[in-house]
């Protein structure tokens, strides 16, 4: 686990209280519902104070994947958990045969088991394969850190 300094927990809880993690969300998400090259822009101004609040692209980028693409258990338990600073979310893409080439990925998920679509937060799959430069991958600034898998 990344060890970061006081001050970056200090930024991490401003910027999340400030309500730029949902910006562009709806206002049922808790949302501004800003236009999103005005939360780009601004959020541009965040990422040049700290390297750390920049990553927060990452935890947008995988809260709003699980809005479009995940069931109301998912939205309710790691995307708006996202959009509220709580949790952080990466993207886990780049592996050490492809780089971040998508089509050359060689990890692959399989249902775990008779029962696998049983579980409350969506199917469960037995992973195998290497990924690497996960961004944002270890630190303790949040409660939790959602790994979406990228596979085939």
Same mark, same amino acid.
Request: charged share 15%; with cysteine.
């Given at each position: 686990?990344?060890?970061?300094?006081?001050?970056?927990?200090?930024?991490?809880?401003a910027?999340?209280?400030s309500?730029?993690?949902s910006?562009?969300?709806?206002?049922?998400?808790?949302?501004?519902?800003?236009?999103? !090259?005005?939360? @780009?822009?601004?959020?541009?101004?965040?990422?040049? /104070?700290?390297?750390?609040?920049?990553?927060?692209? %990452? &935890?947008?980028?995988?809260?709003?994947?699980?809005?479009?693409?995940?069931?109301?258990?998912?939205?309710?338990?790691?995307?708006r958990?996202?959009?509220?600073?709580r949790?952080?979310?990466?993207?886990?893409?780049?592996?050490?045969?492809?780089?971040?080439?998508?089509?050359?990925? !060689?990890?692959? @998920?399989?249902?775990?088991?008779?029962?696998?679509? /049983?579980?409350?937060?969506?199917?469960r799959?037995? %992973? &195998?394969?290497?990924?690497?430069?996960?961004?944002?991958?270890e630190?303790?600034?949040?409660?939790?850190?959602?790994?979406?898998?990228?596979?085939?």
């Open positions: 686990t990344v060890i970061l300094p006081q001050a970056t927990h200090e930024a991490h809880k910027y999340a209280g309500g730029m993690l910006a562009a969300q709806d206002y049922d998400e808790g949302g501004m519902q800003l236009p999103y !090259t005005i939360e @780009a822009a601004a959020n541009c101004f965040f990422a040049m /104070a700290s390297v750390s609040i920049g990553s927060s692209l %990452l &935890t947008k980028g995988n809260a709003n994947l699980l809005l479009v693409h995940g069931s109301e258990a998912q939205k309710a338990v790691f995307a958990n996202e959009f509220s600073g949790f952080a979310g990466t993207m886990c893409l780049s592996e050490p045969q492809a780089g971040s080439s998508l089509s050359d990925i !060689t990890t692959r @998920a399989v249902p775990d088991g008779d029962n696998f679509e /049983a579980e409350p937060l969506g199917p799959y037995r %992973l &195998t394969g290497n990924k690497m430069w996960i961004s944002s991958g630190h303790e600034l949040t409660d939790n850190i959602i790994h979406p898998m990228y596979s085939a």
